[in-house]
């Protein structure tokens, strides 16, 4: 068999998409038959196997993927385990004489495809790996002294000034299938679904694959993008693409968003949300330039003098912020809006975290870990700069005297306490002036309204004037060490 027609396998990763996945569309230039492969192989993901929440989600995307393949001609082959032996087992079954994959930037990831890849090319197999997830390499952009950045502005500038995203890839019409019939498990043999039924909310929420993916991108691009400057502070309303998890996944690529959004036709003056938009879809590249260059910072602050910091270890308070039961309407509104729906409003995550960092001094690994279970979106690149960035010991951190104000914050972006009645039905009939702050209420209007502090409802965990000084008190003991 000449080589140009031995099979090639394409595996599948954090690319679960047939459109614009170069993998694919060179893995059938490439002109033999094409096999498909995915392999679960959570042990590889080093410290951060998925969550609970993204097996929810991943468990629902295979099946899609798995339709659209069949229904282009070469079905997915799933298989479990070590990634390596799984590769080498269907290279053996099929013939194949070339492995195509897209790249991943995770430390443990990279450090598993370069000895796969050596592995591979020692056997005589053509491996080919290629940017699938990104509009910019991580290493295409650095400053003056080729050094990567740390502060976002100058990244985007320069990252938007010396390089176009390239176009999304031509829609494949067929994938041509190897002849003999190749032995695959079921997406159910992976056991991805959780037991306990937590999920329901999360099914209600979301259609995880390509096709829920589009329709989501072009229900912003018609109704949202043009608003988006204003609204995507409101946490009550639509006013962001809620394309996180779907990006996380591969299951869009960040290049067919950028074009379909530079594509809208301007609206009328103060509503083309859509450069604020697209700045953000650069933060997600930032985040893969920092893990990128910076591969120790999902376990510890980029800035080392953070390391000394003395957080407290405190379960009660964790497991207070973790069950939205702060006592703090919005930051509870925001823990139980995550549990039900497997995500969170960006203005409120950053609330949230600011609570646990700075009103509990609780460490920020703690928060990252459990929106790493919880978010159907988590990615270790963008949770690690969010938390980070929270805590003020990351790249372009928010200063340590930035506190969140729980109650400002509530009363300026959930004015009318919509957000919060929905997720905080306890305390619902309080009325607007109140339900930022329930323990201010009179005690004839909470017993109106249902409310009994401390019983229905809790009685704030922290007080923040206190919290925010003693905040401050510890971050400028670390600001002063590292001057
Ligand atoms: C503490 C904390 C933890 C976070 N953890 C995650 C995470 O695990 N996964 C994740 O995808 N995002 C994370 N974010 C970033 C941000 O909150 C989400 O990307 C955003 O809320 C997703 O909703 P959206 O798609 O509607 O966003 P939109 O406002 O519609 O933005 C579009 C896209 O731009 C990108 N983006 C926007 N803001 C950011 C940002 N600050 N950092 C990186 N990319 C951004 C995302 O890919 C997002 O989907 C975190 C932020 C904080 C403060």
């Known amino acids: 068999m000449p080589p140009s027609a031995s099979p090639v396998v ?3 990763r954090q690319d679960l998409r047939v459109e614009d996945n170069p993998a694919l569309v060179n893995a059938v230039e490439r002109g033999g038959p094409v096999i498909p492969l995915f392999i679960w192989s959570p042990a590889e993901e080093g410290n951060w196997e998925s969550g609970g929440a993204t097996k929810w989600w991943l468990h629902h995307s295979l099946e899609n993927l798995s339709e659209t393949l069949k229904k282009l001609g070469s079905p997915l082959i799933l298989r479990e385990g070590d990634s390596l032996k799984a590769l080498r087992k269907v290279i053996k079954e099929t013939g194949a004489g070339a492995v195509f994959w897209n790249r991943r930037y995770e ?20 491996v080919q790996s290629f940017n699938g997830s990104l509009l910019f390499e991580p290493w295409q952009i650095m400053n003056g002294k080729n050094e990567p950045y740390k502060v976002f502005t100058a990244f985007y500038k320069n990252a938007t000034a010396l390089i176009t995203p390239p176009t999304p890839l031509d829609r494949l019409d067929k994938l041509p299938k190897p002849k003999e019939k190749i032995e695959s498990l079921a997406v159910s043999d992976l056991k991805l679904m959780p037991k306990i039924k937590w999920y329901l909310g999360m099914t209600e929420e979301w259609t995880p694959g390509e096709r829920g993916a589009k329709e989501n991108l072009d229900n912003f691009i018609d109704g949202v993008v043009d608003d988006y400057i204003g609204d995507r502070n409101i946490p009550s309303v639509v006013g962001t693409s809620k394309i996180s998890p779907y990006l996380h996944f591969g299951e869009i690529s960040p290049r067919q968003v950028w074009y379909a959004v530079k594509a809208k036709d301007k609206t009328s003056a103060g509503r083309d949300g859509k450069n604020t938009y697209l700045k953000e879809i650069v933060w997600r590249e930032f985040a893969y330039h920092l893990i990128y260059h910076f591969p120790h910072t999902a376990e510890k602050p980029l800035r080392p003098e953070f390391e000394k910091f003395p957080w407290r270890d405190d379960k009660a308070l964790l497991e207070a912020w973790q069950k939205g039961m702060t006592g703090y309407p919005l930051v509870d509104a925001g823990m139980r809006e995550l549990w039900h729906t497997g995500w969170m409003h960006n203005r409120i995550r950053m609330v949230v975290a600011s609570f646990l960092v700075k009103d509990l001094i609780l460490p920020w690994q703690e928060g990252a870990k459990w929106f790493w279970d919880t978010l159907v979106d988590a990615d270790l690149a963008s949770n690690t700069l969010g938390w980070q960035w929270s805590a003020g010991c990351g790249a372009d951190a928010a200063p340590y005297f930035r506190v969140f104000n729980p109650i400002l914050q509530s009363e300026k972006f959930d004015p009318k306490g919509k957000y919060i009645r929905k997720w905080v039905p306890e305390i619902a009939k309080l009325e607007d002036k109140w339900i930022h702050k329930p323990w201010e209420a009179p005690e004839l209007l909470l017993k109106a309204a249902g409310v009994e502090l401390g019983k229905t409802y809790p009685k704030p965990i922290v007080d923040h004037s206190f919290a925010r000084n003693r905040a401050l008190e510890a971050f400028k003991q670390i600001k002063s060490k590292s001057e």
């Open 10 to 12: 394409v595996w599948f």
């Open 107 to 126: 430390p443990s990831t990279i450090e598993r495809d370069k000895n796969i890849k050596s592995s591979l090319k020692d056997d005589g197999i053509d």
